[in-house]
C-alpha cells in the first residue's frame, strides 16, 4: 500500500512524538528532530521510514479510527479509549446498528462508535452548543466518518427524533433528564450507557432508572501502562487515575 | 420484536440470576425461583416480563454478542470484556477487516471480534488443540457467528496461511514464538496484540517485537464495579484484580 | 527465645493455613493438617518447628501486634492494615501520645494505635454499644494492650472527656456529627482522622470540617498482592477493592 | 502551645503551597503571596494564621515527623508514606523495637521508622555511598531524631554489625545480595521487609528467601486522592501509579 496525496500518515517517532499529517504537494513537516518534504513519501510503502534532515528516521504508519479520535481537536473534555472500548464490547455493538447520542461534545466517542456500526448503521448525535456541533462535524469528517452519523444541533430533552436504536448513549452532565426520552428511541431490551465524572451524577442516574430499564451496573474502567524491559519490568509512574464512571442499562417494557 | 421458536433469550432475575435459554416448544426453564414453559413466551416482545409458578418476575431480554461471549462453554481461561474491548477500540477494528487469531482457545475473544468485522470482513483462528477446536467451533455456531470465523486446528507457528491482515491476536503461552509469522500475516503498519497472564511473557515478547515493530505498548486494565444508591455509593468489596496484560505494536517493513 | 506456657504462638503452615493458640499444658491444637500437642512446643525456640502426628511441618512463629489485630473476635466491620498503616504513618503517630477514639467496633484500630503510643502515650476510645464494648476490651487484653487503652462505654456525641489530643480517630456511621467534640479534644495544629466506607459520608463531613480545620485530605489505599514466581510472576487473581475512604484534615484556632 | 524561636513550623496556606521553616529572629518567609517576618510569629500559638503583606492568610502548623520527612532534601528515590505505613503496622513495629536497615538513601524511610521505635527502641542503618550518608544525617537532625538512629557508613554485604533485630528493612537494588546477613541479624520469627521498583527484583529475591524464610508476601500500595466536594465527587484525575513493590518475610530457624 503505497502513500498518497491527501491521505492522513501518522508519522511515528516515538509514543511521545508522533504527528498526524495530510499529505500535500509542496508541504513540509518541521519538527525539532528535522524537516522532511510531503512529496519524498509519495510514493511510499506504508510501515516504511523517511529519515528528516537531521538524520531521525520517522515511521510512515496508516492512521487507524482510534488514532485519528486522539488526535481531533478539542473543546471538551473527551471519552477515553478504555472507556470507549469498554462501551463497545458490553453492548455488543456492531455493523449495521442504530445509536442515538446525547452530547456530541468533540466527537470522539461518535467516531469510534460510527466506526464500529458503519458502513449498514448510522449514529444520530444531539449537541445543544452550536460551536461544539460544528466541531465535531469538522471532526468526524476528518476521520472520513461523515457518511454513518448524523449530528443535530438540538436539545435533546425534547426527545429524540428516531425510534428503535440499539444503544442510546449519553455523555451530558444531567443525564438523569434524558432517561424517559432514552427510553422511548430505543428497542426493548437494547441498551442504555451514560457517562459521569462524578459519584453523584451516577447516584442520581441510577435512581431515575429503576423506572424502564434493568440490569443496571456502574463502573469505572482503569489502564495502567508498563515499562516492559529486561530484567527491568514495572509499571509507569504515573496514570490517569480518573475519567468517568460509565452506566449501563437494559430497556423493559412498562 | 416478538419471541420466536429456536431463538435465544436472555432469562433475567438479577445481575447474580440470569439464564440463556434457546426457546423450544415443549421445553420449561426451571430454575430456583420457579419454573415457567417456553411456549409461554413465545410471541411476547423482547423486554417483557413473565411470571414463575412461585410468582416471581423474569424478564425476556434479547441477548448481544457479548451476552453469548460471557455464556459459552468454556475449558480454557476466556479473554474478559473489559480486555477485548480495549483491543477492539485501540486497534480501531472495524467492520470489513480481516484478523488472524492464534490460541482460539473457548472462542470468547474469536467471537467478540468477529461481531466487529462482520458482515465483510473475516477472523481466521488457530488452535493446536483439537478439543479447543471442536468447542470454539460450537461456540462461535451458537453465536451465530460461524459464517465470518474460519477455524484451523493446526499449530500457528508453521505460519499463518494468510496475508495482508489488519490485525494479528495472539492468546498463546509463548506469543514471541509467533511473531515472525504475525509480522508475515499483516499489512504493513498493522497491529500486532498479544494477551498475557504474566509479566514475564511481555517481557520476552517485547524483546522479540522490536524486530520489525514499533509503538509497542504494554497496558493492564481493571475494571472496578460500584454500588450506587442514594446516599450510601461506594465500589463493591471485591474485584478481579487480573486477568491479562496486552501488549499493542505495529508493524513495520524491515 | 524459647516458648513458655501462656504465651501466645502462631503456628504456620502457609497464608491460608495459620493459627493462634495460647499454649497451655495438656491441650493440643487439632488441625486437618493432624495435630500436636502444646507441652511438646514448651521449650523450643520461636522460628523452630514441629511436625503433626501426620507428618505435617508448622512453624512456631511469635505473633507481633498486626497478628493479633487480625485474628480477634469480630462483631464489626474492621480496619484494614493498609489503612491503619496509613492512618499512622500519615498522622506521625508515635509513643507517648494520646490518642481520642470514637467507635471502638472489636477494637482491631485500637489495637494497631495502642501499639505505637505505647508505653508513654495512651488511647482514649469511645464505643456506645456495650457488646462491642466488652468485645474490644477482650480483645485488647489478649493483644496485651490493656495499659495503654481506655474504653468509655459512651454516647462520644457528647463530647470526648479528653483535652489536648494529638490525633482524633473518629470509625462512626456519621462522623460529621463529631467534628465539633473532636476539635475540642484536639491540640491546635493536630490531625483529625476519619474512616468512612461511602462517598456520602465522606462529602458531608468534609464540608463540615471546613468549621474549624485546614489541609482535608481523602484518600483510598488498595492493596494488591503479588505471586512472584521464577518465570510466571503476576498479581494475584482477586483482590478487596474497597474497603473505606481515610479522610484527615489539622485543627486551626477560631 | 507557642511558637518559639528555632522550632519547625509548617506554614500552610493550601496543600500545594507550603513551606517549612526553622524560626530565626530577623529572617522573613518570602512566597508569591507575599512575606511575613519570623519575629512577628513567635510567641503566636500553633494553629493560628498571620497574614503576608499582600494580605493572604497562612496557617501555622506545626509540623509531624511525616511532614518533615516528606520534605527533606533528596538525592535519591524516597520510600512514599502509604508504603512505609504499610511497613510499620504490617510488622506491628513499635516503641523499642531494634531494627536493621539496609541503603539509607536520604533517610526517608529511616525517619519514619525511628520516630515509632523511639524513644527505647534503635535504628541501625547502612549505606554505603559517602554523599547520602552524609545527606541522610543531616536530614535526621533536622527531624530530631539522631538519638535514635546510627548511621555506618558501610557496604552491608559484610554484615550487619548488630543480632537479634526485630526488623530488618533493605532498600537496595540488589536486595537477595543481602538476604543471608539479614536472617543472621534477626531474631528468630522476626520480620523481613524489602522494597523494589521492579518485578524481575522482586522475582529473584523471593527464591532467595526461600532459605530461611516463610510467609514470604509480596505487595503494591496504591493511594488514590479524592475531590469530596458537595455533589461533585469524584477521584483526582492523576496519581502515582507506581513506587515499589514491598515483600515481607519471617525467618525461621535453619
Chains 1, 2, 3, 4 share one sequence.
Request: with cysteine.
Amino acid at each position: 500500500m503505497q502513500i498518497q496525496e491527501n491521505e492522513l500518515v501518522l508519522v511515528f517517532y516515538n509514543k511521545e512524538k508522533s504527528w498526524l499529517i495530510k499529505v500535500s504537494k509542496g508541504k513540509s513537516l518541521h519538527t525539532h528532530l528535522g524537516f522532511f518534504k510531503h512529496d519524498d513519501i509519495i510514493g511510499k510503502e506504508y510501515g516504511s521510514s523517511i529519515e528528516t534532515n537531521l538524520g531521525k528516521k520517522l515511521f510512515l504508519l496508516k492512521p487507524n479510527t482510534n488514532d485519528l479520535a486522539l488526535r481531533v481537536k478539542r473543546k471538551t473534555q473527551v471519552v477515553y479509549t478504555k472507556d470507549s472500548g469498554y462501551i463497545i464490547a458490553r453492548t455488543g455493538l456492531c455493523s449495521g446498528m442504530k445509536v442515538v447520542e446525547a452530547g456530541t461534545g468533540s466527537g470522539v466517542l461518535t467516531i469510534m462508535l460510527a466506526n464500529i456500526v458503519k458502513p449498514l448503521g448510522h449514529v444520530y448525535s444531539y449537541e445543544i452548543r452550536e460551536d461544539f456541533y460544528k466541531l465535531a462535524g469538522e471532526n468526524i469528517n476528518k476521520a472520513g466518518l461523515r457518511d454513518y452519523v448524523t449530528l443535530i444541533n438540538k436539545d435533546v430533552k425534547e426527545g429524540f427524533d428516531f425510534k428503535d436504536a440499539d444503544l442510546a448513549v449519553i455523555d451530558l452532565a444531567d443525564p438523569w433528564n434524558v432517561v424517559r426520552v432514552s427510553w422511548e428511541a430505543l428497542k426493548p431490551s437494547a441498551l442504555f450507557v451514560a457517562i459521569c465524572p462524578t459519584v453523584n451524577q451516577v447516584e442520581k442516574l441510577v435512581s431515575e432508572l429503576s423506572k424502564g430499564f434493568v440490569d443496571i451496573e456502574s463502573v469505572e474502567i482503569l489502564l495502567r501502562e508498563w515499562e516492559m524491559r529486561k530484567d527491568m519490568s514495572r509499571p509507569k509512574v504515573r496514570m490517569v487515575a480518573h475519567t468517568a464512571y460509565i452506566t449501563f442499562a437494559r430497556k423493559i417494557l412498562i
